[in-house]
């Protein structure tokens, strides 16, 4: 951590000189050490010059796979400055509660025996009373609670069969460099191995999903790369703060406040009262001539549209 005296793009600098070469070598540098930055928020530079013209990120934290495996969610955060021409940053590696975690439905769950009957379950039984889109949440929250109980005791469940079967596959390779195996004995090996197989390709399959990454599918899910994408996209997708007001919020009671004022402000009505349109002599429908327009199709009207698409296709 400290001052680098370099940046690693162009986007790091205003107004001053950038060179190319420099931060190519400091790029290298960081590559070369297997160290890892988190993003900065709070302000996007750290140095500005005595006359306030010229602004650059010259400090920052690298960190090692070993500490980012360790503390993926922490963040760092540019402090303001008094009388220095450098701004303070700050590591915080304390998290951040923001309340309860998404709820994230794997494809592999699709493959586990009764979920599916659950699911259908759930929903027969599910009773409300109340408005319609108030009924649809709360549904939504009981069979999420539901799968969320169900796969706990699912997970429990097949742990402790996972482990089983690896050492029955031991005792019975161990029972083998003694004795030839009979066909029963060779029939429950097989099938406490493809058993650990498939279980071994559902985690692949979460692993593939949470990382978002080629490298899941091609089956090098064990690397410290692979861990390193997975600890990425956390790190690079949670965010630990905004810019409210200019001034940098890291509450999470504030920052939430601030996304919802600014979603709810894309669908405000910014004319509360629009010109209405009078233009006289209009022809317009009559009340009866409305109606026929939302009126179901008739039986004779299908027949008739039918037979004439069939006589013109005919001839």
Not at 128 to 143: E, H, Q
Not at 200 to 228: I, M, P, V
Request: net charge negative.
């Amino acid at each position: 951590m400290g001052d680098f005296n370099e940046v690693s793009n162009e986007s790091e600098r205003l107004n001053s000189e950038f060179i190319a070469s420099n931060a190519e070598s400091f790029n290298q540098f960081i590559l070369s050490a297997g160290l890892i930055e988190y993003n900065m928020g709070g302000g996007n530079f750290t140095y500005i010059s005595d006359r306030g013209d010229k602004l650059s990120k010259l400090d920052r934290f690298l960190v090692c796979l070993g500490f980012m495996e360790n503390w993926p969610t922490a963040s760092v955060t540019a402090l303001s400055r008094d009388v220095s021409d450098h701004r303070p940053i700050l590591l915080s590696t304390t998290l951040t509660d923001y309340g309860h975690i998404p709820f994230r439905c794997f494809n592999s769950w699709l493959d586990i025996p009764g979920l599916s009957g659950l699911v259908q379950q759930v929903c027969h039984n599910f009773v409300f009373n109340g408005p319609t889109d108030m009924a649809l949440t709360v549904k939504l929250r009981w069979i999420k609670n539901n799968i969320k109980a169900w796969l706990k005791v699912e997970k429990d469940r097949s742990g402790g069969e996972y482990l089983s079967k690896k050492n029955r596959i031991h005792s019975l390779e161990s029972l083998a460099k003694m004795r030839n195996l009979e066909i029963e004995e060779l029939n429950e090996r097989a099938e406490c191995i493809n058993f650990i197989m498939e279980a071994d390709c559902r985690k692949l399959l979460d692993a593939k999903q949470k990382s978002r990454s080629r490298w899941a599918f091609e089956g090098d899910e064990n690397t410290a790369f692979y861990h390193n994408v997975i600890n990425s996209n956390l790190c690079n997708n949670r965010i630990n703060g905004i810019m409210v007001n200019g001034v940098w919020s890291a509450d999470p009671v504030a920052v939430k406040e601030a996304f919802y004022q600014f979603f709810a402000n894309q669908f405000v009505e910014p004319m509360v009262s629009r010109p209405p349109i009078t233009c006289q002599h209009m022809a317009s429908l009559s009340t009866a001539e409305a109606t026929t327009l939302v009126e179901p199709f008739s039986m004779s009207e299908i027949k008739e549209a039918i037979w004439r698409f069939a006589m013109v296709r005919a001839s």
